[in-house]
């Protein structure tokens, strides 16, 4: 029996969308190779509502924190992580892992990091780069994206790089107002597609910040990419046709039901979520005000087994997510994102209400 995926990602991926895969390949050097990618990118641009550059990459959405290490910031400066998770602090152990120097804005799981906290560091020194977890996927907690990039504004040297997996498709992002400069997520998260490609968004003044970093790497040699774009329209090095055939397909359906309209079906699931975890007596392990809209990270006040729920939601056709890492059965997460929809999670926390009576 296959089980419906309500964890954080990857999350479920429609019949006619794993039945794009299936087209025969072309060459990736060929004209419908670039009519394919062009075709991805147009779509994604009209979607985000973006003039940034747009690309995407064979590689989970982790490829873009070491792009960040090894083209964001210049010699002798440094970047301000902000951490309160799991994949936040992955973030500052990729910049550090790129042989750069980075200071922590770190605060407590389930805490969100306000502008204030961020201004506070900004005034003390300067930096390169902000790294920002938009939608911190271990915790359940959100950021303020627009007040993050409008105070950005006043430190026009400081790029914001922000790490969007777990909300990029499904919380509403529009990177020029936002402010944004490297914006980047991962396919099998809300965009519903198979794991395997990574998606960027990158302002200009990010791409021009590359010429001043060496040693760039080769994969992840942003300024590289881009250039081989802009002369041949592909990507340096062989893709993964197949999920572009999909994502081809997958992104005429997102632009058909429309951003909006998407944001709107994940807060609702968010809001019924949160509504349910209260009134059974559990808890919201994110603070009030920080709530993400993709995946809800319920706090185990009951102190039910949630490994045994698995094995009994297993029978009923569903899966959702233990608390990760050190939350591990403190918590558990519902990943609320994709294709989902309010009548689907219905069902799933009536199975959850029988197994524990609730």
Known sequence: MHKKLWIPGPTEVKEDVLQAQTKPLVGHRSKEFTALYDSVLTQ?????????????????GT??????????????????????????????????????????????????????????????????????????TSTGVKADLQAIGDLLKFYPDTLLVVDAVSAMAGDLLWPDEMGTDLIFASTQKCFALPPGLAVGIVSQKALDRTQEVPDRGLYTDLKAIMDYYGKK???????????????????????????????KRHEEMAEYTHKWALEKGFGLFAEEGFRSVTVTTVANKLGKDVGELNKALAEKGFVIANGYGKLKDQTFRIGHMGEHTLDDLKELLAAIEEIWNL
């Not at 973030?91 to 980075?102: F, I, N, Q, S």
Request: glycine content about 6%.
């Open 44 to 60: 994604l641009r009209s979607f985000f509502k973006t003039e940034q550059h747009v690309l995407v990459l064979t590689a989970s």
């Open 63 to 136: 490829i873009f924190m070491d792009v960040t290490g090894r083209n964001l910031i210049r010699p002798g400066k440094k970047a301000l992580c902000c951490i309160n998770g799991s994949f936040s602090d992955r973030m500052y152990k990729a910049v550090v892992g790129c042989g750069k120097e980075a200071d922590k804005l770190e605060v407590e799981w389930g805490k969100g990091i306000t502008v204030d906290m961020i201004k506070e560091k900004l005034e003390q020194s300067e930096y390169d780069v902000l790294t920002i977890c938009w939608n911190e």
């Open 233 to 263: 329209q592909q990507t340096p090095s062989t893709p993964n046709i197949s999920l572009l055939y999909a994502m081809d397909h997958k992104l005429k359906q997102m632009l058909e039901e429309g951003a909006e309209n998407i944001y």
